[in-house]
């Protein structure tokens, strides 16, 4: 669950990180009163590429930045429009960096990555130095100032460096974070480091412990629509995409196989959509169904399903009750496999259902439909 610029900042204050005195500028309100001019005027949306995405405008004037919150309400970015806006100092920069805490299957935990160049171009630049951790307190100053010696002459802006990933590090860990992306990390012409932009992605899972988690979560549901909110309530996690193949899976693993398969046999996913319903538990099948088939974009419907605890027969049953329910006539594609994969072909009997072998051959036959539709 990431959040917005503003908050990722506000948390980083707190925890002693530099970051610039901003304004914030709800819509409707008077003109702020900002430091100084120049400032950056920024959306303050939760989707990625906002900066190419013109989703960040220099005001030099108080008329500049009128226009340029008026532009900003009122242009969406990743199917987001800003609620509120984010009025930074434009400060002078000496230099751009990248420095990130996040957490890496491979590490086993945490990694720290560090970049001496930083920006909106950062992806397509030389990939930044890798300081796997694993358990926060693994980390050692002595390790990472080796790994930063390949890459950053500066000596005493590797030390700074040093002792800000270790602090990112700290903050991740006691505040259920599963990313703290700084980028850029300016050094500005007096020398100070400070954030001029700061990404927070927290652990959804974590919202039982964590009340600023758990308040997220509760805005994300208002937020979203009706048959969303449903969704998001069982559990699932739901990433609209601009396909038309819509996918209802089990697992994060499984769900991205599929969706790349899709991609290889020539279809396009419609969402990224993971249904675990655990090893007892078929209920959010329904809310998901109910979503995907009030989507004017979906054409087809696959359903892969893979389970050791959860059992087969028990999803062909829930299948079956949510195809008699559906008022919509878009066609669903089957593939389920694990236990007690055997009763499934009994059951899918009673309803004009195929369950097919492969994850292909259902693949396939999504794909198929959508370009008959």
């Given amino acids: 669950m990431m959040i917005l610029e503003h908050e990722a900042k506000a948390l980083l204050r707190s925890v002693g990180v530099a970051v610039p005195k901003g304004t914030l500028i709800k819509p409707g309100a008077r003109a702020p009163r900002v430091l100084g001019y120049p400032v950056a005027v920024k959306a303050q949306v939760r989707s990625g590429g906002r900066g190419k995405q013109g989703g960040v405008i220099r005001a030099n004037n108080a008329a500049a930045l009128k226009a340029a919150a008026r532009k900003l309400f009122s242009t969406s970015f990743g199917d987001e429009k800003p609620e509120v806006l984010l009025a930074d100092p434009w400060l002078p920069i000496d230099r751009e960096l990248y420095l990130s ?14 970049s001496p160049q930083g920006g909106i171009d950062i992806e397509s630049g030389v990939p930044p130095a890798r300081y796997p951790i694993g358990a926060p307190w693994k980390f050692r100053a002595h390790e990472l100032r080796a790994v930063l010696e390949t890459v950053e002459k500066d000596f005493q802006l590797r030390e700074r460096v040093i002792f800000l990933a270790q602090r990112l590090l700290e903050t991740a860990a006691a505040r259920d974070c599963h990313t703290i992306e700084i980028n850029p990390l300016a050094r500005l012409k007096d020398g100070e480091l400070i954030a001029l932009d700061a990404k927070i992605v927290y652990d959804d899972w974590a919202h039982y412990r964590n009340a600023d988690i758990l308040a997220q979560r509760e805005g994300e549901l208002r937020r979203a629509d009706a048959l969303q909110r449903a969704s ?18 089990g697992g994060a693993g499984m769900t991205m196989g599929a969706m790349d398969m899709i991609k290889a046999y020539g279809g396009k996913p419609a969402c990224f959509l993971d249904a675990s319903p655990g090893p007892t538990s078929t209920r959010g099948y329904k809310p998901a169904f109910a979503m995907l088939d009030a989507d004017p974009t979906v054409k087809v419907i696959l359903v892969s399903v893979f389970g050791g605890g959860t059992h087969m027969n028990r999803v062909a049953r829930s299948m079956k009750e949510n195809m008699a329910m559906r008022k919509s006539k878009k066609p669903v594609v089957f593939r389920l496999d694990g236990t007690y994969v055997d009763q499934v072909p009994a059951i899918f009997d009673t309803f004009g259902a195929k369950n097919h072998a492969s994850l292909e051959t259902a693949v396939k036959e999504a794909v198929k439909l959508a370009r008959a539709a």
């Fill in 101 to 114: 805490v996040t957490i890496d299957g491979a590490a086993e935990g945490y990694v720290v990555l560090y």
């Fill in 232 to 249: 998001l309530a069982m559990g699932h996690m739901y990433v609209k995409l601009d396909g038309d193949i819509a996918l209802i899976s």
